[in-house]
């Protein structure tokens, strides 16, 4: 059976990441088993101790402040999945958010794929504008790009081991992702984008 491993930076999260782990752990599986990974990155609020009442449903990497490019390079080190989801602790998936993703690998020849994202609060003005500006960057996405953001990345555990990873020289959540996928392109692949 194929494992899928998540893998979450965690940095002073804790009005999100309850719901953010919950959604994870309540994902409907097929016929993939799923490893979740948080990656506390230093955090000075009650994040640690929220992660630490999941127990053992999620594997707990601690460590001092270095940003989400080395946590995210943290987290998959410690996967021991064949896929590597990665999505932020902000992020709640929907419950088919990865058997879509699976769906994909098992049925196409791709070492790397993402999906598309919504807002959770639509009483915002704000953002239902930026949900508009999302949904119009969407459609005018091919089957195959060249970027995605981490928030819904998945590549296959080898193909992250072939690009060297996030680089970590990114501190900030800012340019990592776009850094990530052009390693991915110079292996020569690109990321089937999965809008569902």
Not at 148 to 162: D, I
Not at 164 to 186: H, L, M, P, T
């Given at each position: 059976?194929?494992?899928?491993?998540?893998?979450?930076?965690?940095?002073?999260?804790?009005i999100f990441i309850?719901?953010?782990?919950?959604?994870?752990?309540?994902?409907?599986?097929?016929?993939?088993?799923?490893?979740?990974?948080?990656?506390?990155?230093?955090?000075?609020?009650?994040?640690?101790?929220?992660?630490?009442?999941?127990?053992?449903?999620?594997?707990?990497?601690?460590?001092?402040?270095?940003?989400?490019?080395?946590?995210?390079?943290?987290?998959?080190?410690?996967?021991?999945?064949?896929?590597?989801?990665?999505?932020?602790?902000?992020?709640?998936?929907?419950?088919?958010?990865?058997?879509?993703?699976?769906?994909?690998?098992?049925?196409?020849?791709?070492?790397?794929c993402a999906g598309?994202?919504?807002?959770?609060?639509?009483?915002?003005?704000?953002?239902?504008?930026?949900?508009?500006?999302?949904?119009?960057?969407?459609?005018?996405?091919?089957?195959?790009?060249?970027?995605?953001?981490?928030?819904?990345?998945?590549?296959?555990?080898?193909?992250?081991?072939?690009?060297?990873?996030?680089?970590?020289?990114?501190?900030?959540?800012?340019?990592?992702?776009?850094?990530?996928?052009?390693k991915i392109v110079?292996?020569?692949?690109?990321?089937?984008?999965?809008?569902?």
């Amino acid at each position: 059976m194929m494992k899928i491993s998540v893998v979450i930076p965690v940095f002073n999260a804790e009005i999100f990441i309850d719901a953010t782990i919950k959604a994870v752990l309540e994902q409907r599986t097929e016929d993939f088993a799923i490893e979740l990974i948080a990656v506390n990155d230093g955090s000075k609020d009650g994040t640690l101790a929220i992660l630490e009442r999941f127990g053992d449903k999620i594997k707990l990497i601690n460590q001092e402040n270095q940003g989400p490019a080395a946590a995210r390079n943290a987290g998959a080190r410690a996967a021991s999945g064949e896929i590597i989801v990665f999505t932020d602790s902000d992020t709640i998936p929907q419950a088919d958010w990865l058997a879509n993703l699976h769906r994909i690998f098992k049925n196409e020849n791709v070492s790397a794929c993402a999906g598309s994202y919504c807002i959770a609060n639509p009483e915002s003005v704000l953002s239902r504008i930026i949900q508009s500006e999302i949904e119009f960057r969407y459609k005018s996405f091919k089957r195959m790009i060249r970027f995605a953001g981490t928030y819904n990345l998945a590549v296959t555990k080898e193909l992250f081991e072939q690009t060297g990873g996030f680089d970590e020289a990114y501190r900030q959540a800012s340019g990592e992702d776009n850094d990530f996928c052009y390693k991915i392109v110079k292996t020569g692949k690109l990321i089937r984008f999965v809008e569902d």
